[in-house]
């Protein structure tokens, strides 16, 4: 079981856009504003989308965005994209020094 | 370029050891934390240890603590993890990170290594 709670899945169409959520509690995601977002592909190493909720790293393309409102953040994918399938997690700071993943999100474009 | 490669995974029996290193290059390594994700088969993303730039300050997940130690080596841009007491569910895909900033453990890995595996069975 997961610390963080994500949907095990989402969809959308090419040019839709989808949100995903993640859920802690007030002392991880409630109390800190240190959530990160990473793409994973099959078989591949996951990629840093967002860190500190809303940044963007360079060369990560600005249909992606991030945000949180109390115990939940949100990933959300603009004008979806073929390449964008895949899973993504999100990690939030917990108290005392660990961080958290969320069990991951499959995303299917469909 | 920003390069971390793992080694040092393999086949390991349950209670046996196993030391995994991560040679970096392409940054200044000392200025950043390293940390290392593991990634069970067919599983999600799990957290496992981080190191400060100087190693000064280390922190591990509930489920490591006491049978994992994370260490660094500076002068060769060489950060390490050595795991004890190995169980079977230890066995995962080990992935070498590098922290955005020095000494936040939760500042976002914006490096991965592809990982080595490190498995535990009789």
């Known amino acids: 079981q997961s610390a963080l709670t994500q949907p095990a899945s989402a969809s959308g169409s090419p040019g839709q856009s989808i949100t995903i959520s993640c859920t802690g509690t007030s002392s991880d995601i409630g109390e800190h504003g240190y959530v990160s977002w990473y793409q994973q592909h099959p078989g591949k190493a996951p990629k840093l989308m967002i860190y500190d909720v809303t940044n963007r790293p360079s060369g990560v393309s600005n249909r992606f965005s991030g945000s949180k409102s109390g115990n939940t953040a949100s990933l959300t994918i603009s004008g979806l994209q073929a390449e964008d399938e895949a899973d993504y997690y999100c990690?939030?700071?917990?108290?005392?020094?660990?961080?958290?993943f969320g069990g991951g999100t499959k995303v299917t474009v469909l | 370029e920003v390069q971390l490669l793992e080694s040092g995974g393999g086949l390991v029996q349950p209670g046996g050891s196993l030391r995994l290193s991560c040679a970096a290059s392409g940054f200044a390594f000392s200025n950043y934390a390293m940390s290392w994700v593991r990634q069970a088969p067919g599983k999600g993303l799990e957290w496992v240890a981080t190191?400060?730039?100087?190693?000064?300050?280390?922190h591990y997940a509930d489920s490591v603590q006491g049978r994992f130690s994370i260490s660094r080596d500076n002068s060769k841009s060489t950060v390490y993890v050595q795991m004890d007491s190995l169980r079977a569910e230890d066995t995962a895909l080990y992935h070498c990170?590098?922290?955005?900033?020095?000494?936040?453990?939760?500042?976002?890995?914006?490096?991965w290594g592809q990982g080595t595996l490190v498995t535990v069975s009789s």
């Open positions: 990170v590098k922290g955005r900033d020095g000494s936040r453990i939760s500042s976002g890995w914006d490096s």
């Open positions: 990690t939030s700071y917990k108290p005392i020094n660990t961080v958290v």
């Open positions: 190191i400060t730039f100087n190693g000064g300050s280390t």
